[in-house]
């Protein structure tokens, strides 16, 4: 099992910035794909941005140019750098972990931060 633990969520201002990390429980250097989606509510669940294990980041459109995912190896986290942000990037968001293969082969989701994003 992969167990994925979020922080960092909280209540901003429109143009404000925060930072949300997810420690994994077993070494990111195992792990395929990492990412993070959220979910507002009534809405279903989008992915917001992933990074492969070569580094290879994706971003959604509503996201590009403002956050920044990342890890950090050495402590087995992953981050999501929100900057600029609006008051529709208000939601849950969860960190979520791939592995293609090997006896831990699966998709792996933390419990969720909340994010408001409000004047």
């Known amino acids: 099992q992969v167990q994925l633990v979020e922080s960092g969520g909280g209540l901003v201002q429109p143009e404000g910035s925060l930072r949300l990390s997810c420690a994994a429980s077993?070494?990111?250097?195992?792990?395929?794909?990492l990412g993070w989606s959220r979910q507002a509510p009534g809405k279903q669940r989008d992915m917001v941005a992933t990074?492969?294990?070569?580094?290879?980041?994706k971003y959604a459109d509503s996201v590009k140019g403002r956050f920044t995912i990342s890890r950090d190896n050495a402590e087995n986290t992953v981050y999501l750098q929100m900057n600029s942000l609006k008051p529709e990037d208000t939601a849950v968001y969860f960190c979520?972990?791939?592995?293609?293969?090997?006896?831990?082969?699966?998709?792996?989701w933390g419990q969720g931060t909340q994010v408001t994003v409000s004047s």
């Open positions: 979520h972990a791939r592995v293609l293969w090997g006896s831990l082969a699966g998709d792996y």
């Open positions: 077993v070494s990111i250097s195992g792990i395929h794909v």
């Open positions: 990074v492969t294990i070569n580094g290879s980041p």
